[in-house]
């Protein structure tokens, strides 16, 4: 067994080099649970051509686990910040041009329409206050410069037990929206708080 190599020990042949994940930066978007298997894609094969496109770790939550309080599956994204950036967006052209499966009952035309337009990132706790700024300076700067709405989880809505909050962004402009997701991924990236 001394001569057996594992798959990933390969001299850096990989289009990737093995990175130590241990201290890794995790982002993580919030996908409507009928949209998930558009992320995945048939047989994997949409999750599996973006991480071999960008080198990021893609974990998307099991079918029936949601972030609390919700109805979203979660993707967590790891890795350099242009590659989670990048995952978030096709993450979100998923979300946009994906259909409601005939077997979801319970969401109309107008609320499919209201999620396809907002993006939903899940932040750590120490991060928003870098997102919102001193007196909401940077959220404002952030509103007024690409146009959209901006939430924040309240922190007396927070779950118990978890230190992360969701931060939504909302406009009719997708690129604006898109945008704005990047900056704030670079903010909470940049953020050594952030855990």
């Known amino acids: 067994m001394g001569d057996r190599k594992r798959a990933y020990d390969d001299e850096g042949d990989s289009k990737f080099a093995k990175r130590d994940r241990r201290n890794e ?3 993580k978007v919030l996908c409507p649970y009928y949209s998930a298997g558009a992320v995945i894609g048939k047989g994997g094969e949409a999750i599996k051509q973006i991480k071999e496109d960008t080198g990021a770790n893609i974990q ?3 079918n029936n686990v949601r972030f609390p309080n919700t109805d979203e599956r979660v993707i967590s994204i790891s890795g350099e910040l242009e590659a989670m950036v990048k995952v978030i967006s096709f993450v979100q052209e998923k979300i946009r041009t994906d259909k409601v499966p005939p077997h979801v009952k319970n969401i109309n035309t107008s ?3 209201a999620r396809k337009a907002t993006c939903k990132i899940v932040v750590p706790d120490t991060s928003v206050g870098k997102i919102i700024g001193k007196a909401g300076a940077n959220v404002n700067r ?3 410069q690409f146009n959209v709405k901006i939430g924040t989880m309240k922190k007396e809505e927070a779950i118990e037990g ?3 909050r969701i931060v939504t962004v909302e406009s009719e402009d997708t690129k ?3 945008d704005c997701v990047a900056e704030m991924v670079k903010d909470v990236y940049e953020d050594e708080r952030a855990t």
């Open 162 to 164: 978890l230190r992360e």
């Open 25 to 27: 930066k995790v982002i």
């Open 176 to 178: 604006n929206v898109d």
């Open 142 to 144: 952030l509103k007024d």
């Open 60 to 62: 998307v939550s099991k």
């Open 111 to 113: 609320q499919n329409d």
